[in-house]
């Protein structure tokens, strides 16, 4: 096998190539780019690859086995330790701080044998000095344990290790990494002796050798040194960001949690295992494949598939009334990433974006990364309330708003329009969960109602096939296709899924997402209106359950005070319950929330949520 290791870094901190080899090795072991199990190189290979011989090799071997950072098994190979090199030999120590191995190497290693020859010069040995025997040289890690080093006493351990008393030969910093002599010297006095400035022996030079052999001789790891073995130094300047940067790094992004075992979660949680049809999307993940394997290097332009597009063009003419055609829709990863490239080409650093108060949390941090300034949209019992807004940008949730799940009137949706075009502006309709609809009739999106081309209707895959899925899409005026495409590119000059986009194509195309569709909305309904029962009946008295008819969670209000809430909340979680803090999705403070999704949970485990969050309440009364 080959492999990169951090060896020539090692070669500028010690003499030896072994040596150099073995912390090469080692560094890449605790850090895991070997991680456990991985089946190392023979000596003969590991030799000709770093030009050592094969003594030497199988020297470094031994080093790694003593300290327990790999094994051996007869007739199979070299493995890095399945055990973890962490608990052996003591590599921790009882504080938590990482011991050097490479100071337990020579008590335990015997360093005889042949074809070494990678040192010169006089090896020390306990009470004294000797010259190495012809032809089985031995470096500085034959000598980090001596006690001819451990017993020097500073300036004159300086003096003998630089080789400027008693004749005694230079050495590099291998050879004194454990050496208390060196530990002892202080600040600048440490540098100056580690160069060789006081001997005139053979020390190491000015520079990063210097400040490597400095940080050796302190009892620290040449691991531990900026530039060497891919570690950082606690005390290294963090690298500037960009403004850009900066304000992605202070609205970090919150991150999918799924519940532990025996834990209900009322967390969005996509669709219950042994609901999706996997043979039917198995069938058209060998389609698109082609035969043997034939159409997985085709090319897929940035736009996404054309036949998905296609396909998603005439779902959307008869589900959602929309008149689209293949060339108007552009193909993302997941509908955020559509959403944060158009507020990135549509709204400049510093002018106002229109966002529904509540709503999602994931646009509102496009737009304050992206620069923008956010303008709360005011939501009530059916949905954003249209004002004369200064701005440029709207987004809105009008099929069902999220989070509250309020339909939007027609009347209002023909006045955003209308303040669209006043304002030469541009509205981003999120449709992110509307095609599940069990009540009511279907309310035509924005899209279908604009005749100016001012709305951009977003969608995705995610909650109506799995997450795992990650493919989302937007419908396009006509002149914002280029741009898009052109920023999508930039992004992925070749689409992530292609394989993906092609058997979505094909599972739409003969009728499968259809079925599914039908299927799964009869099945949520029934959750849905269970649990809406569930919590009326158990928890009335502390929670409002808002009115919906599609969607995958129901939005309810808290009717007790905020700190009956949050302990609550805390009860809930001990009584092995969850649901989302509604204040996530707010801008504005306001009364507290609730969120219950439902799409993974069976009728027994609707039961059992609730029955634990009544439970939870009567802790909450109980102790007060």
């Known amino acids: 096998m080959n492999f990169t290791l951090p060896y020539e870094q090692y070669l500028d901190i010690y003499r030896y190539k072994y040596l150099a080899l073995y912390h090469a090795l080692r560094t890449a072991i605790l850090g ?13 290979k590991l030799a000709e690859l770093y030009q050592l011989s094969r003594g030497s090799a199988s020297q470094v071997y031994d080093m790694l086995l003593a300290d327990g950072y790999i094994q051996t098994e007869r007739g199979r190979g070299t493995f890095v330790s399945e055990a973890g090199v962490f608990d052996v030999l003591g590599v921790f120590g009882e504080d938590g701080g990482r ?62 290790l630089r080789g400027g008393g008693g004749g005694r030969p230079g050495t590099d910093a291998g050879a004194y990494e454990e050496s208390s002599a060196f530990r002892d010297l202080p600040g600048e006095d440490e540098r100056a002796e580690l160069r060789g400035s006081g001997g005139g022996g053979s020390g190491l030079v000015d520079g990063a050798g210097a400040t490597v052999a400095a940080a050796v001789s302190r009892g620290t790891s040449a691991e531990d040194v900026p530039g060497y073995g891919n570690r950082t130094a606690g005390s290294t300047a963090p690298v500037k960001l960009s403004a850009w940067g900066e304000r992605l790094m202070e609205r970090q992004l919150s991150v999918y949690e799924r519940a532990g075992d025996g834990f209900i979660s009322f967390r969005s949680s996509g669709m219950e295992r042994g609901q999706f049809p996997y043979a039917e999307w198995r069938s058209a993940l060998n389609f698109a494949g082609g035969k043997q394997g034939g159409l997985l ?51 400049e650093q510093g002018s106002s974006a229109v966002v529904e108060d509540p709503g999602y949390h994931g646009i509102r941090r496009a737009v304050e990364i992206s620069g923008g300034r956010l303008l709360p949209g005011r939501v009530d019992e059916e949905g954003l309330v249209p004002e004369d807004w200064e701005a440029r940008l709207l987004f809105v949730t009008p099929s069902r708003q999220f989070p509250t799940g309020a339909v939007l009137p027609l009347e209002r949706r023909r006045r955003l329009l209308e303040w ?10 999120d449709d992110y969960d509307s095609e ?23 969608g995705s895959f995610s909650n109506s096939m799995f997450f795992g899925l990650r493919v989302g899409f937007a419908v396009l005026p006509s002149s914002l296709v280029a741009p898009v495409t052109a920023a999508k590119a930039l992004y992925e000059p070749l689409p992530a899924g292609q394989l993906e986009q092609r058997a979505l194509a094909r599972f739409m195309g003969t009728g499968g997402y259809s079925r599914h569709l039908r299927r799964m909305t009869r099945v949520y309904g029934e959750r849905a209106r269970l649990l809406r029962t569930l919590l009326a009946a158990r928890l009335g008295t502390v929670f409002e359950v808002l009115p919906g008819d599609a969607g995958l969670h129901l ?57 634990r969050l009544q439970l939870a309440w009567n802790d909450v009364q109980n102790r007060a």
């Open 32 to 44: 895991g780019t070997l991680p456990a199990g991985t089946r190392l190189p023979s000596t003969r």
């Open 99 to 160: 011991k050097d191995a490479g100071a337990h190497t020579a008590s335990r290693v015997g360093f005889e044998g042949e074809g070494y020859g990678e040192t010169a010069g006089s090896v020390p040995v306990s009470g004294g000095w000797s010259e190495p025997e012809a032809g089985a040289g031995a470096g500085a890690g034959a000598y980090e344990e001596s006690s001819a080093f451990r017993n020097l006493p500073g300036e004159d351990g300086c003096a003998e």
């Open 297 to 347: 290097d085709s090319y897929c332009p940035p736009q996404g598939d054309e036949g998905l597009r296609r396909a998603i063009a005439a779902h959307l003419r008869i589900t959602r009334g929309i008149r689209a055609e293949a060339g108007q829709i552009v193909l993302f990863s997941g509908s955020m990433q559509g959403i944060v490239i158009l507020t990135q080409l549509l709204l």
């Open 420 to 429: 669209a075009r006043r304002h030469q502006a541009v509205i981003i309709e």
């Open 436 to 458: 599940f609809r069990w009540g009511g009739r279907p309310i035509e999106p924005l899209k279908a109602l604009d005749r100016e081309e001012r709305v951009v209707y977003v």
């Open 555 to 611: 939005y309810a209000r808290w009717l007790r005070t905020d700190a009956e809430f949050a302990a609550f909340r805390t009860a809930a979680m001990r009584r092995g319950a969850d649901f989302r803090d509604a204040a996530l999705y707010r801008i504005r403070p306001s009364g507290a929330a609730a969120c219950f999704s439902f799409s993974h949970l069976d009728a027994a485990a609707l039961e059992e949520g609730v029955n």
